[in-house]
């Protein structure tokens, strides 16, 4: 094992290395190709593997995953798409890149995710595409208004960002046919390769016009273009090629998935058992019989009081995530989401990473359960004043 200095729950989330990463680094760096190689090409087979698909396009992050999969689907100036104020600013930002405008959505209180009614409710004449993320982990059933939405030509693109490995049903998340999805392989994911995402598309063509993009516009690839005097780019790109060092990571990440996949429900439902007694804290359901969770969320109120009192003590909790519809980048779309904003003064993140060990998560509890009679001493006082 790699992980002598192990964070514990001072720190909110933390990669989990097995043991292989850094020789798998060092064989890149000494075979002096550090680009787009065989590696990365090796982890896109083996991502299609482990999903069960017949394709994956890894490109340098999530957030490019999803600039790449909204431009494979067509989406430009002019479009609307359908998107929750709940979810990390890359999300948006995304949609904006691509000349789009977001149409900000409510979320289901109990999951922090959208369903398919809020979907069907947002849909206007200008939407091109839907976004569901999904949240910590849990995957989003959009399946009894996908034949209505593909009617209207209107495509449904996943942020999976948190949701490697989890189920849809029966099929991993990404595996169901029905969407163009995206992952992101970041530093704190379920699986990490330092940075790095992929898309999983729907058509051979969606596929073939994100390599495109992901390399400038260049239609041949680095082995073919090694082998010619020339190339062709043959429309708008980006450097966006999943570098073979970050591929040799995810690649060594992945032998042991199955590991990060058992522990993560294990700590959660700890998690979940603890919390229980609590009088007060409400546990964001992930789902973790088909969800491998990313994140342990509590909602508590008055959140930021407690967040406060956390942090003094040595807690690593933090907040996933301000709503996007109040912030000012986002202001010219912003509308009223009382469900997302009510959601967004109580989220409380608790350290969630594989170091945990089962005391370390009875300490963060027992320093939860401290802080929240902290608090509400000190505001009856407040009102006795």
């Known amino acids: 094992m790699m992980n002598s200095s192990r964070p514990d729950a001072r720190r ?16 890149v760096l000494e075979s002096g190709q550090y680009g787009h190689t065989g590696v990365t090409e090796e982890f896109e087979r083996r991502i299609a593997a482990f999903l069960g698909v017949d394709d994956a396009v890894a490109v340098t992050s999530g957030t490019a995953a ?33 000349g789009a405008t977001p149409r900000f959505i409510e979320i289901n209180p109990v999951t922090l995710c959208v369903d398919h009614q809020l979907v069907l409710e947002a849909v206007t004449a200008e939407t091109a595409a839907v976004i569901p993320v ?49 992952f992101s392989f970041g530093p704190i994911k379920n699986l990490t390769c330092g940075q790095g995402g992929v898309v999983i598309p729907r058509t ?9 993009l992901r390399l400038l516009g ?18 708008f790109g980006l450097r966006y090629q999943l570098s073979a060092l970050n591929a040799a990571i ?53 959140r930021d009081q407690v967040f406060q009192e956390m942090r003094s003590q040595g807690i690593g909790v933090g907040v996933h995530y301000p709503p996007n519809h109040l912030q000012p980048a986002f202001a010219p779309w912003r509308r009223a989401l009382p469900v997302t904003e009510k959601a967004g003064q ?14 370390d998560i009875a300490h963060v509890v027992a320093v939860l359960g401290q802080a929240i009679e902290t608090v509400r001493a000190e505001r009856h006082i407040g009102r006795l004043a």
């Open 66 to 98: 999803l600039h790449t999969a909204l431009l494979a689907a067509g989406v430009g100036p002019g479009d609307e798409v359908i998107v929750p104020s709940m979810t990390f600013c890359a999300t948006v930002q995304a949609i904006l890149a691509v």
């Open 204 to 212: 051979s063509e969606q596929a073939d016009t994100i390599r495109r």
């Open 218 to 235: 260049v239609t041949q690839s680095q082995t073919e273009r090694a082998n010619t005097t020339t190339y062709q780019v043959d429309s």
């Open 134 to 182: 999904l949240f910590g982990g849990r995957a989003v059933n959009l399946g009894p208004i996908h034949c209505e939405l593909e009617e209207r030509g209107i495509a449904v693109i996943e942020d999976a960002a948190h949701a490697f490995g989890s189920y849809n049903g029966t099929r991993h998340v990404g595996a169901t046919g029905a969407t163009l999805t995206c």
């Open 346 to 359: 109580e989220i409380l993140s608790l350290p969630f990473h594989q170091h945990l060990t089962e005391d």
């Open 250 to 302: 995810g690649l060594a990440q992945l032998d042991n998935f199955d590991t990060a996949v058992e522990t993560r429900r294990r700590l959660w439902c700890i998690y979940r058992d603890a919390l229980g007694p609590l009088e007060g804290v409400t546990l964001v359901d992930v789902g973790p019989q088909t969800a491998v969770p990313h994140l342990c969320q509590v909602r508590v109120p008055p």
């Open 12 to 27: 909110n989330a933390g990669p989990y290395l097995y043991g292989r990463e850094a020789s798998a680094v060092a064989q």
